[in-house]
């Protein structure tokens, strides 16, 4: 007879998810050591969000207080599409081409919670997917799905790093995951050495101050920092490089998931179009999308950053 803990990982393969670790739910005492440090460092910048309640973060019990069990999956999302290197066009991170990740691993996550309470009525449960003061990552590795890489990312050894994370807790104990995955960084600095505003600045540590992705997405300013506008090499949304160099994402794969094949001009945005935007074509051509993150003022001052610089140069 096939186990609790053997059902739901079939279940959640059936379902889509690409891996599935389940690790005991207790708190992340070293793990929230380094998110203390790194707080204090201020490499948070502007994100407060983070700063508020912070033990919540190191421990499931106080997000769901009958947590005994997580539930650690893994989503892969590459598709084999290239940005076209434009100076009409800025180019936007892989992992928001297609629809909002959020939406498609919750419902996921939902179906595989209502497949758990068929097996057991007693058993309840909280979704948690990114916007959750859990530390996705640390519980990654916790529950062996792959190993933090030195450019902060999660890397697996079947997927490379272009893969979403999501987890249940569960009010159940179940059988736990007994390894973790060993680092294979080794002494690669690739990311490191790619970053053009020296983000990473030790390796596993970024400064989100310096990093294109937290300033053209999460940075709510009039205008870009001098030092982001002048290297931000095409990019509007987001950035790529540290993942496009890592030498472990030559074993990327083509995901099973369709919504996350990208959208129309979602992979290299026209410009002009972006600035033509009003609110309202703005949040119909962005429903649903992670590119609604930025607002519309912000993806418009990175429109207007790349033009400018164009313009400089001509």
Not at 33 to 44: A, P, T, Y
Request: hydrophobic share 40%; net charge negative.
């Amino acid at each position: 007879m096939v186990n609790l803990t053997e059902q739901i990982k079939r279940q959640a393969i059936e379902i889509g998810f690409d891996k599935i670790g389940i690790v005991r739910a207790e708190p992340l005492v070293e793990e929230g050591e380094k998110l203390d440090e790194w707080l204090s460092k201020g490499f948070h910048a502007e994100m407060k969000w983070l700063e508020r309640e912070p033990e919540k973060r190191k421990n499931p019990a106080l997000i769901f207080p009958d947590a005994k069990s997580v539930i650690v999956v893994a989503l892969n999302y590459f598709t084999a599409h290239e940005h076209e290197e434009s100076s009409e066009k800025g180019k936007v991170s892989r992992y928001a081409w297609g629809d909002d990740y959020h939406d498609v691993l919750k419902e996921k996550l939902r179906e595989l919670l209502a497949f758990i309470k068929t097996l057991d009525a007693s058993i309840d449960g909280k979704i948690c997917v990114d916007t959750a003061p859990m530390m996705d990552k640390a519980w990654a590795v916790r529950a062996g799905l792959g190993w933090l890489g030195k450019h902060s990312n999660i890397i697996t050894k079947e997927f490379g790093s272009w893969i979403f994370i999501g987890e249940i807790i569960l009010n159940v104990e179940l059988e736990y995951e007994t390894e973790t995955i060993e680092d294979h960084c080794g002494t690669c600095r690739k990311c490191l050495d790619a970053c053009p505003t020296a983000a990473i600045v030790a390796p596993y540590v970024v400064d989100s101050k310096a990093c294109l992705s937290y300033a053209t997405i999460e940075l709510r300013s009039a205008e870009l920092p001098a030092n982001i506008k002048e290297n931000l090499d095409g990019w509007l949304y987001g950035c790529d490089i540290c993942q496009d160099v890592c030498p472990w994402n030559r074993f990327e794969k083509p995901t099973d998931e369709a919504r996350f094949e990208p959208r129309a001009d979602n992979v290299s945005s026209d410009l002009k179009k972006i600035l033509a935007l009003s609110p309202e074509t703005y949040a119909a051509k962005f429903r649903r999308s992670a590119m609604k993150r930025t607002k519309l003022g912000g993806l418009q001052r990175n429109a207007r950053a790349l033009l400018d610089k164009k313009s400089n140069q001509t």
